[in-house]
């Protein structure tokens, strides 16, 4: 974990709540604003950005047919119509004071609140799968239903006197409802983020912290001193930020509903794929119209390596450069001749010798690049064996880096599973006999037990590579253009 990772989400969470706590402490600072006009054109605003969002995101979710994309939806349109019942409610304004406004604001947190803990749980979840079972209908049902509450409320406000949300021990039992639901919330999406660094994945980060600082402070705070103002500004900025965070993914795929699909996705091309930057998507294209073979194979190699990974338990930070590394570790055959290259049967031993260069010609290119120091081990010392024989540094055991003896398994399987121009492609059981062969010599036999094992429980491990990404055939890498291409 990278320490500026987490401290732009804290300060955003600790620095306002930290103003609060200031202007409180000083009655002179904390001046008594009491505008209704204002309070509801705030209010709007926020509702406004949160249909939006919501609308946005729906549309998204619709298309794709993921129920994850879908609840995300539904926080905002929860936030949008609970928070419009909030504003339009504002004390002599359009109906008389009573403990609507209050009621409103706390269910409105609390049901965004909701929405976005249940867009982070894991699609295998007993409630995730019994909800889908309406996936087509959660949106309008719940917008509908939200609406006629919304409506009853400002009809007969003061039935909300049986709901007391905004008095105490109530609101208190919400606050601990939002403080516990956005704190896993901001976990599970700062696990994702630190594997596939999507700018919307922070914009929920900072919302939820910014609904739990919200929180506290219509708790504490005092209606309409300025530290109470502060909530409403909060909420305004977590709705900009997701805005942010829906142009700059939008700005990466040049595609709404990809970009927020590229969030849930449980197809594990599009995992990697989705999170490759325009110069490392341009580097392996290069890579493979150098050299035919390397076309599909790299990114086999990836999908191999990541599951081997996981299966290793490594940190996402671990898993983010398995992946960067992977996907470009023969990028230094650009610098290898064609005829030697795709040469139509066995090499000779100086061709060989020529051959052996490109893991260090990978390295030198790469790290004027900007790639980190894991990526690079795996450019360089992915031919390394554990015997101390490979090349280019005869590295021995666990002088290897384990992020490079990964993908050694991984891409010594998928080049014996693949047809060559001098030999058939061999069987799953051909190459797992040659893998155990060569454990403690070639192979780090922690990582090719751990590839038995999960190709023993899931065939699908290798099964869904070959049949999915064939040889000579790039397109994955290129931009689709698909039909929501156009969606703003």
Request: include cysteine; glycine fraction near 6%; charged fraction near 20%.
């Amino acid at each position: 974990m990278k320490i500026r990772d987490v401290i732009g989400p804290a300060a955003a969470i600790v620095a306002p709540y930290l103003l609060f706590e200031y202007l409180k402490a000083h009655p002179n600072l904390d001046i008594l604003l009491s505008l209704p006009r204002g309070h509801f054109y705030i209010v709007s605003l926020v509702a406004i950005l949160s249909t939006i969002i919501a609308i946005a995101v729906g549309i998204s979710g619709n298309r794709v047919r993921n129920i994850k994309v879908c609840f995300l939806s539904l926080a905002f349109i929860s936030l949008a119509e609970v928070f419009s019942v909030h504003g339009l409610s504002t004390p002599n304004f359009l109906i008389h004071a009573s403990h609507l406004p209050g009621v409103a604001s706390q269910v409105s947190l609390l049901l965004a609140t909701f929405w976005l803990w249940m867009s982070s749980l894991s699609s295998d979840s007993l409630l995730i799968l019994w909800l889908s079972r309406w996936k087509g209908n959660l949106i309008p049902v719940w917008t509908v239903v939200l609406g006629l509450i919304g409506i009853t409320g400002l009809l007969f406000p003061h039935m909300l006197d049986l709901i007391p949300l905004d008095r105490n021990p109530l609101r208190w039992v919400a606050t601990g409802v939002i403080v516990v639901l956005n704190s896993m919330t901001m976990y599970r999406y700062f696990q994702s983020y630190r594997f596939s660094r999507f700018p919307l994945q922070t914009a929920i980060i900072y919302s939820c912290g910014w609904l739990i600082v919200a929180q506290f402070i219509i708790v504490l705070g005092e209606t309409w001193r300025l530290s109470w103002w502060l909530y409403h500004l909060l909420l305004l900025a977590s709705m900009i930020v997701m805005l942010a965070g829906l142009w700059k993914q939008y700005g990466v795929s040049r595609s709404l509903t990809m970009s927020v699909r590229a969030l849930f996705t449980n197809d594990p091309l599009e995992r990697i794929t989705s999170c490759l930057s325009p110069s490392v998507r341009a580097l392996v294209l290069a890579t493979e119209v150098k050299d035919t073979y390397t076309a599909g194979h790299n990114l086999r190699v990836t999908l191999y390596a990541l599951r081997l990974g996981e299966e290793m338990q490594l940190s996402p930070e671990q898993l983010r450069a398995l992946s960067q590394g992977t996907i470009v570790h023969d990028v230094g055959k650009i610098n290898i001749p064609d005829a030697i290259l795709n040469k139509p049967g066995r090499l000779t031993p100086d061709e060989r010798a020529i051959i052996e260069q490109h893991p260090r010609k990978g390295y030198e290119m790469c790290r004027t690049l900007g790639f980190m120091k894991e990526e690079l081990e795996i450019i360089r010392s992915h031919h390394e064996k554990w015997d101390g024989t490979g090349y280019p540094d005869r590295l021995k055991g666990e002088q290897i880096p384990l992020l490079a003896r990964i993908v050694a398994v991984s891409d010594v399987y998928d080049a014996l599973t693949s047809t060559r121009s001098y030999r058939k492609a061999w069987t799953h059981t051909e190459a797992i006999d040659f893998l155990n062969e060569h454990s403690n010599t070639h192979f780090d036999s922690a990582c090719v037990d751990a590839w038995k094992r999960i190709c023993d429980r899931d065939p699908q491990v290798y099964r869904y590579p070959l049949h999915m990404i064939s040889d000579n055939k790039s397109n994955y890498l290129r931009p689709a253009a698909s039909e929501d291409a156009n969606v703003s």
